[in-house]
């Protein structure tokens, strides 16, 4: 039924559809992962020998972190889980054809590709942005860095995000199949909703953050000098949004993890209840903890006291997950496929910066250790490393439905365990020298450290060789992978009861659900249709 | 603006299978180019000082902007559908455009509450012009009477009387733009008063700024109604119902502006 499917060039580039818009921002994303990651191996490089004249000048190096810490955080992470992620499940998920705005999605991507480029400009046109990923004032506006650049990559993200936001929280709310009830959303749909809501509410702040920060460069304003401004506005301003950046990512990463835990111990998701609350909880809590970045800059005492009991708070829904997830795999029969091999990882990886997290927001600890290597131990840990690692896992658990084939398992592993090995160590040194008092963002580091940062730049190495292994395998198993069945986890999830990849136009007809995508070992569930492949009962009528 | 949803809702109930309602669109693309050259001409034109290709690009993403959106209407009326983001839709945007100027109102507070002077003592006589503000608040207000007015005509299918009430909105939304542009130009031109001057100068012509282009954006979607007046029916006229919502929601941010902006700093506190 319905047209053929358009082919070619122009069906991409002109394409509405959101599962090429997924891929679309998939491989964009994957790009500035690989960006970033080059200029890693770059900074890690120039850390080996504490020499002013080695490799890259100190300039440089700050140019480098900055645009490493943009395109990791606003160019790969955030993209590829609210772009690739939600484009290509929501829809599938809820059981919808598409999106409630293709065209508006479609722009969301363009314009994302639009900061790309802008991004790209600032790191090599001169004028090149030394700024660190937070543009504080007021160097950002009296130094000599093209501010402008920064602040409008972030303007068109922004813009991109917020359509985006509108489009998906709409689709979630008006498009759910019949029978496709709140309380049967997949964990993932959760997260993508909740993470959307921190944008829709978040982003339009920053991008006043940093458009205040542009009339001060060039209209000579007022908001962040000390001639009557305050500086500390653009902090208080641009936290109130990126602190919730981190659960932007965080949710929709717990939704995945819930969805291939449950899926590979083959075991219904322990307290999804709790979960959804929790996940809701940290979306409304996000926004109250972000005073923890300004602990030192002068804050009001009180305010001090509250945003750390904020914080500590916050740690409360998180431990719920992982102890929910702790109880799914308690006495699962689980199947160490390299997607449940990454969650394992993650919650791992998490839980040690998520610890360290909590230390951190404590005003006494921080005071000492604010701005430290122990600050950029705590997020490559808590987020970078571990979500990064959990968005590949991601991929390859629905690399079969996305494609039709099924992912190199051996180099998958190998990948995996390259990466684990070296995320679990190359930061750990980091976190001594920020105990002892090292600042962050200085290229040159006292030679008595040399040591700690061999070891940490040796196994940054593994962990990067094991990421270009990964993204290898996507792109040799996409081309010549072994054709994969419709459903090779026995998923019980709506988006496994079609075809691997899935036709044009999603489902033949929208199916009508009958029960939740967890209801594993039930042998009778309410759902009235189900087959050897299981199925979120969907059937036709 | 185009909305697949309500296609997808009635598939589900309906009986045969639905797809793609639009496949290929190069509208997206079009827009997103001209949204990104106007970023790159304002780089041209300040950071690298080539005002005048800057100037000239800035003209050409506008156009580039305006056809793409023009191009993307026309797709959509040419499927002959009820137009209009969904009443969903333009509540979740609103929610997004308030957090916007919260952003900035909380800003604004935060520069003022700790401050000896309010405004700060370089502010001249007559700043900020309240008489003006309360006319300005009048034609406001008013426009948000009218246009529900003309709401209540279309839901009992008067077409006509809702054209005549929306044409009234126009009217004292574009008295309100005009006024304001003068009330700037008096404020730089007459009394010195200009963005660079201080804090205060520098939120009131932000805060200002950034309301009355959303007035004009509201305009431009009354209209963009206007002209789509005959395509409305009494039970599909999203666009309008959703002009209306954000035109109520630009009257409301207004009188947040006239409360922090202009009456309390006439108060001059401190002094
Ligand atoms: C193995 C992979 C990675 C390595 C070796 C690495 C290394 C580094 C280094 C050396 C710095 C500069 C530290 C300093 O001198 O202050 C840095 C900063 C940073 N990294 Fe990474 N990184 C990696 C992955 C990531 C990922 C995946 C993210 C994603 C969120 C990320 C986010 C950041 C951020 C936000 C900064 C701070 C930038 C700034 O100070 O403005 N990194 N990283
Ligand atoms: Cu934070």
Known sequence: ?541 | MDSAMEHGVSAAHGDHGHHHEVELSIWPLIVSVGGFLIPLSFIMAFPWGMSSIGMLLSGVAVVVLIGGLFGWTNEIYANKKDVGLSKVAIVIFILSEAALFGGLFGGYLYSMLPADNWPPLNTPEGVPPLGLAIILSVFLITSSFTIHIGEEKLEHGDAGGYKTWLIVTIILGALFALLMAYEWFELIHEKGFYISLNTYSTFFFTITGFHASHVIVGLVMQIFCVLMTKSFTKEKHTLAKTTGLYWHFVDGIWLLVVSLIYIIPYFKVGQ
């Open chain 1, 1 to 541: 039924m319905g047209k053929p499917e358009p082919t070619g060039i122009k069906a991409w580039i002109f394409t509405t559809d959101h599962k090429k818009i997924a891929v679309l921002y998939l491989v964009t994303s994957l790009v500035f992962f690989v960006v970033g990651l080059l200029l890693a191996i770059i900074m890690r490089t120039k850390l080996l020998v504490p020499d002013r004249e080695f490799l890259i000048s100190n300039e440089l190096y700050n140019v480098f972190f900055t645009i490493h810490g943009a395109a990791m955080v606003l160019f790969w992470m955030i993209p590829v889980l609210l772009g690739f992620f939600a484009n290509y499940l929501i829809p599938l998920m809820i059981g919808a054809h598409d999106v409630a705005f293709p065209r508006v999605n479609a722009l969301s991507y363009w314009m994302y590709v639009g900061a790309c480029l802008i991004a790209v400009l600032g790191l090599v046109l001169p004028g090149r942005l030394d700024i660190g990923w937070t543009g504080y004032p007021p160097y950002s506006v009296t130094g000599p860095a093209n501010t402008a650049l920064y602040v409008f990559a972030v303007h068109l993200l922004g813009a991109s995000s917020i359509s985006g936001a509108v489009n998906f929280i709409t689709t979630i709310i008006t498009l759910r199949a019949p029978g496709m009830t709140w309380g049967r959303l997949n964990l993932t749909v959760w997260g993508i909703f909740g993470s959307f809501i921190i944008q829709l509410i978040g982003v339009p702040v920053l991008a006043a953050a940093v458009t205040l920060l542009l009339f001060d460069k060039y209209l000579g304003t007022h908001f962040y000098d000390t001639n009557g401004g305050n500086p500390l506005l653009y902090q208080h301003l641009f936290w109130f949004y990126a602190h919730p950046a981190v659960y932007v990512v965080a949710l929709p990463v717990f939704g995945i993890v819930s969805d291939i835990v449950s899926t590979f111990a083959r075991k219904r998701i322990f307290g999804y209840t709790s979960m959804v609350i929790a996940m809701m909880i940290i979306t409304v809590l996000g926004f109250e903890v972000w005073v923890h970045h300004l602990y030192v800059a002068g804050t009001l005492n009180w305010s001090r006291i509250v945003f750390m009991w904020g914080t500590i708070l916050i740690g409360v829904p998180t431990g719920i997950k992982v102890f929910n997830w702790l109880a799914t795999l308690h006495k699962g029969s689980i199947d160490l496929k390299t997607p449940m091999l990454y969650a394992l990882g993650f919650i791992a990886l998490f839980t040690i910066g998520g610890i360290t997290g909590i230390a951190n927001g404590l005003v006494g600890f921080d005071i000492h250790v604010h701005d430290t290597h122990w600050v950029v131990a705590h997020f490559h840990y808590v987020l970078a490393l571990s979500m990064s690692m959990l968005v590949l896992g991601g991929i390859y658990y629905w690399f079969p439905k996305m494609t039709g084939k099924m992912y190199d398992e051996k180099l998958g592993q190998l990948g995996f365990w390259l990466t684990l090995v070296g995320a679990l160590i190359a930061f750990f040194p980091h976190f001594m020298m920020g105990v002892d008092g090292i600042p962050r963002r200085y290229a040159i580091l006292p030679a008595e450290y040399t040591g700690m940062i061999r070891i940490s730049s040796l196994f940054s190495y593994i962990a990067i060789a094991g990421f270009f292994i990964t993204i290898w395998n996507y792109i040799k198993s996409a081309r010549s992978g072994a054709p994969a069945p419709a459903n090779p986890w026995n998923s019980l999830s709506l988006e496994w009861t079609i075809p691997s990849p899935p036709p044009f136009y999603n489902f033949e007809k929208i199916p009508v659900i009958t029960s939740d995508p967890y209801e594993y070992g039930k042998p009778e569930g309410h759902g009235e249709e189900k087959g050897a492949v299981g199925g979120h009962a969907a059937h036709h009528h």
